[in-house]
């Protein structure tokens, strides 16, 4: 009897020691599987915040770039205003080498005083100074009927060629039935000028 309980105690060590050795093998597989997929996650991750590191810079230079290659030049930040201005007075500084002068050093201003007409009771009457261009400029027209002087001032109207006097309107009770002159009268800091005088008749 001794001797088979030796047996049955060997037999149940040794399927005891198997088990755990079971046991065992599968935990280090298990942990070894553990290690390996949190190694790989870490690797994922640690590529991917490169990447997103990586876009990031290259957006921040393409937008860079945009910014720069959006900014104005020096010879760009000019507005149309502006631009305008510089034009008209890049073209004054030419004409002024260009346009004759009169005793006085001033420009002499070609003053074109356009025929009046009436309409609906009004006279109306314009002029332009052909041969300058400025942005600032008196503009007088004056008209006579024997002892009688009515006298008007307008501005300027610069453009790309030349200058405009403004447009005077009369209305019919401003004027007398009869024949008058008009003339006008052009001055500024750098030039000055006479039309010629036009006449026109009221009824």
């Known amino acids: 009897m001794a001797t088979k309980t030796k047996n049955f105690t060997n037999k149940k060590t040794k399927t005891s020691t198997v088990i755990f050795r079971i046991i065992g093998w599968i935990l280090l597989v298990a942990i070894i599987s553990f290690g390996a ?6 690797y994922r991750d640690n590529n991917q915040t490169t990447d997103e ?3 990031d810079i290259n957006t921040a230079n393409v937008d860079n770039n945009s910014i720069r290659s959006a900014e104005p030049t020096d010879e760009e930040t000019t507005t149309p205003g502006n631009d305008a201005k510089a034009k008209t007075e890049e073209l004054e500084k030419q004409q002024s080498k260009e346009v004759a002068k009169n005793e006085n050093g001033l420009r002499i201003a070609n003053v074109v005083l356009n025929e009046p007409y009436q309409a609906d009771g009004k006279t109306i009457i314009s002029s332009t100074i052909t041969n300058i261009v400025e942005t600032e400029g008196n503009c007088i027209y004056i008209f006579t009927n024997g002892p009688t002087s009515i006298t008007r001032k307008t501005q300027v109207l610069p453009n790309a ?3 405009v006097c403004e447009a005077v309107v009369l209305e019919k009770n401003e004027l007398s039935a009869g024949k008058w002159n008009v003339r006008l009268e052009y001055k500024s800091k750098l030039s000055e ?7 026109f008749t009221v009824k």
């Open 161 to 163: 060629k030349n200058t």
């Open 37 to 42: 997929l949190t190694g790989l996650k870490m």
């Open 53 to 55: 590191e990586q876009s």
């Open 193 to 199: 000028g006479v039309s010629e005088t036009q006449t």
